[in-house]
T-cell receptor, first 114, second 115 residues
Framework: KAGVTQTPRYLIKTRGQQVTLSCSPI?????VSWYQQTPGQGLQFLFEYFSETQRNKGNFPGRFSGRQFSNSRSEMNVSTLELGDSALYLC?????????????FGPGTRLTVT | AQTVTQSQPEMSVQEAETVTLSCTYDTSESDYYLFWYKQPPSRQMILVIR??????QNATENRFSVNFQKAAKSFSLKISDSQLGDAAMYFC????????????FGQGTTLQVKP
């Protein structure tokens, strides 16, 4: 099976712009979670989507949003970018049912805000 | 509060030796899953091993094994016969069954393997 893919891998944006990141989960996985990774804050949960519904949301401002499509692919959007949004954004997918709750990660999108 | 503590920011081990990474966690829930993930420099996060909280038997995956102490909320990772390719940042994490999409991570332990 193909792993989790994320596009683009690298992105440079200017403060105030908006950005959309994409994630394709492992085939058959219905849950997609997003995380922000920074040296200072570590790995922080952004949100999770399951069957096109947001099931949970982390403590991030409303500028961070996401969605999931019927094929389980997910996008996250960050509007009005700030310098502090520079980070590695990781997407992870999971079966999320039965006894299988481990998450498999994509390579991430490295976002730099200047 | 849901937290994970990895008290060793950095560790080093000689190639072929054994090393143990520590992790403690805090959750009020009884049903959860614990994980160790490995993130090599500039590379993808990889699942190393998982442990179901309802299982008393410690999980093992080849050279990787865990010491799960539920009452103490401790979940350490032992790497035997360390290899150069084991050098990475290691994260301890868990999810609860009430919130399966949200991994709670520790701050990570950077493991250096010396030849």
């Amino acid at each position: 099976k193909a792993g989790v893919t994320q596009t683009p891998r690298y992105l440079i944006k200017t403060r105030g712009q908006q950005v959309t990141l994409s994630c394709s989960p492992i085939s058959g996985h219905r849950s997609v979670s997003w995380y922000q990774q920074t040296p200072g804050q570590g790995l922080q949960f952004l949100f999770e989507y399951f069957s096109e519904t947001q099931r949970n949301k982390g403590n991030f401002p409303g500028r961070f949003s996401g969605r999931q499509f019927s094929n389980s692919r997910s996008e996250m959007n960050v509007s009005t970018l700030e310098l502090g949004d520079s980070a590695l954004y990781l997407c992870a997918s999971s079966l999320a049912w039965g006894v299988s709750y481990e998450q498999y990660f994509g390579p991430g999108t490295r976002l730099t805000v200047t | 509060a849901q937290t994970v503590t990895q008290s060793q920011p950095e560790m080093s081990v000689q190639e072929a030796e054994t090393v143990t990474l520590s992790c403690t966690y805090d959750t009020s829930e009884s049903d959860y899953y614990l994980f160790w993930y490995k993130q090599p420099p500039s590379r993808q996060m990889i699942l190393v091993i998982r442990q179901e909280a309802y299982k008393q038997q410690n999980a093992t995956e080849n050279r990787f094994s865990v010491n799960f102490q539920k009452a103490a909320k401790s979940f350490s990772l032992k790497i035997s016969d360390s290899q150069l390719g084991d050098a990475a940042m290691y994260f301890c994490a868990y999810v609860t069954l009430s919130n399966t999409g949200k991994l709670i991570f520790g701050q990570g332990t950077t493991l250096q393997v010396k030849p």
